[in-house]
């Protein structure tokens, strides 16, 4: 039988807690995705190449109450995705859409002091979910920056990443706080 050390056991709760999420995770019952995609060029094509119709951006819209996504970020880039985190907290206060100021209110980002494998750990925690909005980061830049000026952020999120993100739709199931 497994035995916490004692110093340990009153962390219990805790560290039942995280064995759960790591446990998530590693079971496959997140959708990992890829880094994310840069922005698309500022320029059109030459007028030589065929026309390639460019791809619709992708919407991360979350179909739960709430949402989790785990970040593993280079520890050599966590500056430049902070930086990235403050422009995406600017663009959606400044924003003339009232759901992205809400996506502000329930959107919360943490940073575990623990590496996970050699890297660092972002956690968003998303509660509530605001029902059909965009928490795209990419979009959310695009929509809020210039086109070099966006590039330029999207440029450093993308490269802050050492590996892609999971992503968790929640559900709630037990409010203790009704």
């Known amino acids: ?9 009153p962390c219990r709760p805790g560290l039942i807690a995280l064995g759960l999420v790591i446990g998530a995770v590693s079971t496959g019952t997140v959708q ?24 619709a951006p992708t919407k991360r819209v979350f179909t739960g109450d709430g949402a989790m996504i785990l970040n593993f970020i280079k520890p050599d880039k966590t500056a430049d995705f902070e930086m990235v985190l403050g ?27 623990d590496a996970a494998n050699g890297n660092v750990l972002y956690v968003f925690f998303i509660d509530p979910a605001v029902k059909e909005a965009d928490y795209q980061i990419s979009n959310i830049i695009i929509e809020a920056f210039s086109g070099a000026e966006a590039n330029e952020i999207l440029k450093k ?10 992503i968790v739709n929640l559900n709630v199931a037990v409010d203790l706080a009704k």
């Open 1 to 9: 039988m497994f035995r916490l050390p004692a110093m340990l056991a």
């Open 32 to 55: 990992a995705q890829a880094a994310p995609a840069q922005a698309p060029p500022a320029q059109a094509p030459p007028a030589a190449a065929p026309a390639a119709q460019a791809p």
């Open 87 to 113: 422009k995406v907290k600017e663009a959606l206060q400044k924003s003339d859409k009232p759901e992205h100021k809400q996506q502000a209110t329930g959107w919360k980002v943490f940073k575990s002091p």
């Open 157 to 166: 999120y993308a490269d802050a990443y050492a590996q892609g993100m999971n």
